[in-house]
């Protein structure tokens, strides 16, 4: 069940990301869903380090820790990606 709660909630970190980078990223939905899980294990992992993983209420840290690890990623990938395809 964990493994589908991952995929879930790659789908939603990964999803976001694309809304924050700028510019169109043709990159698949498969892939936009591994980066976001990527971004939200890192994510998580940064805000332990920071001692901000679990706090009183929404753990918004945590979440724009992870959303941002997952767009810089999408943002790395995306060229490499489109010069692939080319």
Request: charged share 10%; aromatic share 6%; hydrophobic share 60%.
């Amino acid at each position: 069940m964990s493994f589908l709660w991952a995929i879930i909630a790659g789908l939603i970190v990964g999803l976001l990301a694309k809304l924050v980078v700028p510019g169109r990223q043709p990159i698949p939905l498969w892939l936009t869903v591994l980066l976001g899980i990527v971004g939200a294990v890192g994510g998580n992992a940064l805000a332990s380090a920071f001692g901000v993983r679990d706090t009183g209420g929404i753990d918004w840290i945590r979440h724009v820790l992870q959303i941002g690890i997952a767009a810089v990623l999408i943002a790395l990938v995306t060229p490499m990606w489109a010069r692939r395809r080319a």
